[in-house]
């Protein structure tokens, strides 16, 4: 008998365990190595990302795996904690806990002339270091490797403390405190909302605002009222509806498709201001409507009070200012509409500046293939749908690309997985080619948008598409109208991917769709 072929997975977070549930599921060998001494990646309870009271910016629906439900009756947002419970469940109830090494950090990966893989990894326990040769390689090593660094020259008199966001555990350590938070995206403005609500002194949030970006409270009370034109009032007796649930409805998101790129962006920014009813004087929120053709940005906030906060004067937005200067505890900041210097005092900075991905394992001649850019968080490689290089064989990537959301972190980990054990076929190399050059364009393009693809609900279509298990929506509509507007009309949800097609489970998935369906009929209520 053959043996079983072997794969060797980078990382036991999300992307690690859906990839070993693949490999298994397609009777392959898969071995995941983890630094850690725990698994979960960015959920892990080992303190190295998450503060105690982090909770997700999008809904647990959206944090679902096609064949593994979260428990009923959850909040909407999970605070990590839950999260971790959720991946540990999984990886128990797949038993995939057997086949992951943890403490063990891969150091470096060779490809040998036959295509397998000499994989070296360093073991913390008992500090030595091993190396084994496989036959299939899948990188799920995060993008949150190592905190991106603060240019720290102006700061170099500053006598306060600094941490960076990866250090920050709770907002008791900063009360009676005057706290800078360096960084507004989803991290730093929960961060900045939690500090002003407990006891600090005062707290400044630092960054520059971005071209069409729209802040949507993530669980939002408000949006009942908005689109039913009642105004911005917070329905408090309301549980919150989901944006999640609002902008990932595959018939709008195929109804919006064909439309021309800028009048999408236009109806986009248009409804985006609509929902936002972010009525606060922040300028980084005042968005132009003479920009509104242009790629939009929603800032997930997680937190329903951050804009509340801004308005309150809690938190103080320096947007439109550069840090320029410190002494002491003092910091300059120049204000760059008027050149006026404002000059404020501050005991603690909480650097909130994002990661960069970590392919030290790589050598040289495979980066190049790969058209690697370590400082390009949005589209790090040049790969086929973010996945597979037609440059380097028996190679996987998940879930390395801007806003890795679960559904489409599975779908890849399918995908190669289907590859390599024979499942599905390998796109054509002209295909493939293809596909790199309008990744490459997304890469130059000047203005950015949410996904570095153009749609998630589109992109997972796509993903799905390559491993035979979307659905044919157009038959479905006539043998099936009922399932048809459970799937089609409604939020997405990952298990449609289930129904058919490799390793389908249709009794399982109907389940699942009936249950998002009912949440989402009850919400949008
Ligand atoms: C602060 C923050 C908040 C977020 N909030 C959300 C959210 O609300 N919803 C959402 O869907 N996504 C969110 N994300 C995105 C998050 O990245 C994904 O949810 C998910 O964790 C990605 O999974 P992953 O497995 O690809 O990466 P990670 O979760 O980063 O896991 C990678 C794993 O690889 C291990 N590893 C790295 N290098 C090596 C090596 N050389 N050898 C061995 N092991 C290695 C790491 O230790 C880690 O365990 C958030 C990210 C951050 C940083």
Known sequence: MNRPKTVCIIGSGPSGLTSCKSALECGLEPTVFEKKLTFGGVWSLDQTIPWDSMNANVSHYTMTFSDFEHPHNQDLYLPHKKVYQYLSSYANHFQLFNHIKFGCTVEKVKQLENDKWLVEWNDSSSKTSE???????????????????????????????????????????????????????????????????????????????????????????????????????????????????????????YKMKDLPEKEFNIEMNKFLKQLSGNNC????????????????????????????????????????HSLINSNGKIIEFLNELDQTKTQIEFDEIIFATGYHLNFSFFEKDILE????????????????????????????????????????????????????????NLPSEKEMEEGINEINDIRKAKYKTLFPFKDYVLFSDQLAKEINCLPDFEQMSINEPELYDMCYNSVSCSSVFRLTGPFSNEKHALKTIKHFNECFKRINN
């Open 369 to 424: 293939k790969l058209s690697f850019d370590p400082i390009d968080n949005y589209v790090p490689c040049l790969l086929y749908k973010y996945t597979i290089s037609p440059r380097v064989k028996n190679l996987g990537f998940i879930g390395i690309f801007g806003t890795p959301f679960y559904s489409l972190i599975e779908l890849q980990s399918r995908w190669v997985n289907y590859l390599f054990s024979g499942v599905v």
């Open 281 to 320: 004087d922040e300028p980084s929120y005042q968005n132009d409507e003479t920009n509104f053709d242009k790629p939009f940005k929603i800032l997930f906030t997680g937190i329903e009070s951050y804009i509340d906060n801004i308005k309150d004067g809690k938190i103080q937005c320096l947007s439109n």
């Open 131 to 253: 190396s084994k040769i496989f036959d299939f390689l899948i990188v799920g090593n995060g993008m949150n490797n190592k905190p991106r660094l603060f240019p720290m020259e102006p700061l170099n008199s500053f006598t306060g403390h600094h941490i960076y966001s990866n250090q920050y555990k709770s907002p008791n350590d900063y009360v009676g405190k005057r706290v800078l938070v360096v960084g507004k995206s989803s991290s730093g403005i929960q961060i900045a909302s939690e500090l002003c609500e407990s006891g600090v002194k005062s707290v400044h949030l630092y960054g520059k605002g971005k071209l069409n970006e729209w802040a949507i409270s993530a669980n939002n009370q408000r949006i009942k009222n908005i689109l039913k034109g009642k105004g911005y009032e917070r329905d408090l007796i309301d549980s919150g509806v989901p944006i999640d649930f609002i902008v990932s409805v595959r018939s709008n998101v």
